[in-house]
């Protein structure tokens, strides 16, 4: 099945609906769009790009970003989306590695990558060189793609080392769109499917939902995420759907608290991506109302592990916030997406009972087909069918996925395992903490201890006294922050995740102790 196929589709029976937008304003219909994106191919194909080619797209959202997606599926070549957040030398580094024969970009970054990465094509989609690749000759026919060939490489953000290149396929894509339809949302005709997130992520994955239901595509005039603009597209377009991390939703929620927007004309926020804590995953709802849907996956098994559903998250709403089995739902990743199967597995790796912690794994049809020219990392992943994600986690009796962290994040004290996002959700609940993050420190008396960086909301002092004591109030003795760091920020990479490793590095935590300065502030 060739992705370009939906495309297609949607133009035959849809070819006056709009499709593409750029802000509020459209630009093309369905049929606009196949007749841009076939332009695109032919010009692609005269200009040598065959199947199989990797072709890579280096830029903010836009609306020909999916034009030019659309163009390379169409004639067998691989997608490459880079996130535009990358710097220069990150983005050559993914070029060289995935082979890519050409490379989308823009005005700003086409000479640095031009001289970075000398044998991929550099096409500026704003110069003269796209132009040209806008072909007078006839679209070609679409490739017969397989359900099993290389359709999207997806690097992964690489918190621990070079990313590495996730093979996925039209099989894959399927598997995601029927567990989407049927766990997520059922995106309808009228939906505007807003890409404020990266398109070369979940966000641009979400692209075929709403081709193949023939409803809205807007890119934002700026190019990513601004919640201003989020909550003024509400107003002009109606029944706003895009995904969004955590982090974006706390923004999302502080502007609409500002201009008292109680968020009409957002239908449904898909959040995932990230620890979406209990405190502000209410705090969202307590703002917008029940518009929200909880996913979670890796590029590995492209959003598709579990579902919090909408109608989860209304249950909860409805039960109070003080209700114990609500919360304890409210504050994890849902139930098994109908595609996929997944095991909390122990050091044996044999299944845990309920309640137990152990490593999540996961199969079924959208685990990808393996990494890009690394069988080994491939075979280290993927075992026995399972793919191994080193994300941990335990299953309720019910079967509700509560995340705690990734294996390599817990922290060992005195011989028992502590779950840093249990601190985590626990500081978040004081008034004055904006962001945390929990890491281990060496202690040669305890193995580990607990220290806490800490943001504050503006404005705000804490001191260390006053968050043990509130500490005291949420979670055991022993789990509490021995030290806290107090930050103006923390470190997160390109995709917004908290880079932990840097945060250990910052202060001295990779190896022996630090010294923190455990005043107010």
């Known amino acids: 099945m060739n992705p370009a196929r939906w495309l297609e589709r949607a133009a035959l029976l849809w070819p006056d609906r709009p499709a593409l937008f750029r802000g509020a304003e459209p630009v093309l219909d369905y049929a606009g769009f196949n007749v841009r994106a076939g332009s695109l191919a032919a010009g692609l194909a005269a200009a040598g790009i065959a199947p199989g080619d990797r072709a890579a797209l280096f830029l903010a959202n836009r609306t020909d970003y999916l034009v030019a997606m659309q163009a390379v599926w169409r004639i067998g070549a691989v997608a490459v989306p880079v996130n535009a ?3 220069e030398k990150e ?23 031009a001289a970075l990465a000398p044998e991929t094509r550099i096409v500026d989609m704003d110069g003269p060189d796209f132009a040209a690749l806008i072909s007078d000759a006839p679209a070609p ?55 404020a997130a990266p398109m070369s992520h979940g966000a641009g994955l979400y692209q075929f939902i709403y081709l193949i239901c023939g409803a809205r ?44 927007h109680r968020g009409e004309g957002i239908r449904t926020i898909v959040y995932g991506g990230g620890p979406m804590y209990l405190a502000d995953i209410r705090d969202a709802m307590d703002q917008f109302g029940p518009r929200f849907a909880q996913i979670y996956g890796q590029g590995e098994t492209p959003m598709t592990i579990t579902a919090l559903t909408r109608a989860a998250h209304v249950e909860a709403m409805e039960a109070g916030w003080d209700d114990a089995m609500h919360a304890r739902r409210l504050a994890s990743v849902g139930v098994a997406q109908a595609g996929s199967e997944f095991a909390v597995l122990g050091p044996d790796e044999k299944p845990l009972p309920p309640g137990e912690i152990g490593e999540i794994a996961v199969r079924g049809p959208s685990v990808m087909k393996g990494y890009w020219n690394d069988p080994a990392a491939t075979a280290s992943a993927i075992r026995d069918g399972w793919l191994h994600t080193g994300d941990m986690g335990a299953m309720d009796e019910a ?55 800490v943001v504050l909301e503006p404005g705000t002092t804490a001191d260390v006294k006053t968050l043990d004591a509130h500490c005291l109030t949420q979670i055991a003795r022993f789990k509490r922050p021995k030290d806290y760091v107090w930050l103006e920020d923390l470190p997160k990479n390109a995709y917004g995740k908290v880079l932990k490793t840097e945060l250990r590095a910052q202060h001295g935590l990779a190896g022996g102790v630090a010294a923190f300065d455990l005043g107010h502030r």
């Open 85 to 87: 957040k990358l710097h």
């Open 91 to 113: 983005a050559a580094y993914i070029l060289g590695h995935s082979g890519a024969a050409l490379c989308f970009t823009d005005a700003d970054h086409a000479g640095d990558l």
């Open 141 to 195: 026919p679409l490739h017969p793609t397989a359900q099993n060939d290389l359709v999207w490489l997806f690097y992964t953000s690489g918190t621990t080392g070079r990313p590495k290149g996730v093979m996925l396929t039209p099989a894959n894509i399927q598997a995601m769109i029927m567990s989407y339809f049927a766990d997520v949302d059922a995106a309808v005709a009228g939906d505007a499917k807003v890409y």
């Open 217 to 260: 595509h807007v890119a934002p005039a700026s190019g990513g995420f601004d919640s201003d603009e989020i909550l003024d597209l509400a107003g002009q377009l109606n029944r706003l759907c895009f995904f969004a991390a955590p982090t974006m939703v706390r923004r999302l929620v502080a502007a609409a608290k500002a201009r008292s």
């Open 399 to 453: 079967g509700f996925l509560t995340l705690h962290d990734r294996s390599k994040d817990v922290i060992i004290s005195g011989g028992t395992n502590i779950y840093p996002r249990e601190v985590e959700e626990a500081l978040l609940t004081h008034p004055v903490v904006a962001q945390v993050s929990v890491i281990g420190r060496p202690d040669p008396e305890w193995g580990e201890i607990v220290v806490a960086c």
